[in-house]
């Protein structure tokens, strides 16, 4: 009987048609079946390093290109009290104004960015009886050694060096005559409206065959040529107002320290007794104040916040 030829791995049949012996040197190369890929991504395969372009679409990125036009330093809350006028001495002119009185302004919080990802200050105004607030926000108060505030706002600032001291108040000397800012209210509500009222329609022929629909919407769309649909936005009639509202670029005309009052041009969104959000205006050169010109003051009010 003549001896077995030796073993050759290029006199082997194909892979598939031997037997599974896993002790063949020759087969040792066999992966197993898992439905982990067989190349794994890097762990480093996004250009997030710091010798490398930042990436469009990451959360740094869009914090930088808000960068130019984040305030510098936080807001303030204003009661909006009514519209008056004044008039130049100079000029003899007269402008309508709007008048708004602050109310224990105050710094409640701070949102920093290595914990909320975006700097912020937590500003309040008012005041309001412990027992009329829910726990886990007279906590809150109670944590930073605040009364409780009515009205709670944050306001977006540039960087760490826009925060300001948990404490300080904010006083109408905060803003300077002649400087622009931003306002932003809740307009006034209306209720629900039609479409000449919420749009302007100009509604329906008022005689020649109208009947009863003198100020109806009108058609809604086509019928085979659109697809016998209405199409997303189309303006109907629907709850009007009650939205926010930002008119920018005005004017602070007067500041009253004594009585908390701040004077600016021409009109407000939103009702009388509105809460008013006023910054310094994004679209106009920042104003030469200091960015930390106040400091911590000892708050002087009935009441404290007491978590109990």
Same mark, same amino acid.
């Given at each position: 009987m003549p001896p077995n030829p030796p073993c050759c791995p290029f006199l082997l049949?194909? &892979?598939? %048609? @031997?037997?599974?012996?896993?002790?063949?040197? $020759?087969?040792?190369?066999?992966?197993t079946r898992s439905i982990r890929s067989i190349n794994p991504p890097r762990p480093n395969r996004f250009n997030r390093s710091s010798t490398l372009p930042l990436l469009e679409s990451t959360t740094a990125a869009s914090l930088k290109r808000k960068e130019y036009t984040t305030p510098l330093r936080t807001g303030a809350l204003g009661i909006k009290k009514g519209m008056s006028a004044i008039y130049d001495p100079e000029t003899g002119r007269r402008f309508g104004c709007t008048i708004l009185q602050m109310d224990r302004v105050q710094v409640v919080a701070h949102k920093t960015r290595p914990k909320n990802g975006y700097w912020a200050v937590q500003v309040?105004?008012?005041?309001?009886?412990?027992?009329?607030?829910? &726990?886990? %926000? @007279?906590?809150?108060?109670?944590?930073?050694? $605040?009364?409780?505030?009515r009205h709670l706002f944050e306001f977006r600032v540039r960087d760490a060096d826009g925060l300001h001291p948990v404490g300080a108040m904010i006083t109408p000397s905060w803003f300077q005559e002649g400087q622009f800012v931003d306002a932003r209210a809740n307009c006034h509500g209306k209720g629900f409206a039609g479409g000449m009222k919420r749009h302007g329609f100009s509604g329906q022929p008022a005689s020649h065959g109208t009947s009863l629909t003198h100020r109806a919407m009108g058609s809604a769309g086509q019928s085979q040529g659109g697809g016998s649909r209405v199409y997303p936005g189309k303006k109907m009639p629907g709850r009007m107002g009650g939205q926010q509202v930002t008119v920018q670029n005005i004017k602070v005309l007067r500041i009253d320290e004594e009585n908390g009052i701040v004077v600016l041009n021409g009109s407000i969104p939103g009702p009388k007794n509105c809460v008013v959000r006023i910054q310094d205006a994004k679209k106009k050169p920042w104003p030469d104040i200091p960015v930390h010109p106040l400091e911590p003051a000892t708050v002087t009010e009935p009441l404290r916040a007491a978590a109990a």
């Open positions: 049949p194909p &892979r598939f %048609l @031997l037997p599974r012996l896993h002790k063949i040197s $020759v087969l040792s190369t066999q992966q309040g105004a008012g005041w309001k009886h412990p027992s009329n607030v829910t &726990r886990p %926000l @007279l906590g809150h108060f109670a944590e930073h050694g $605040v009364s409780p505030k």
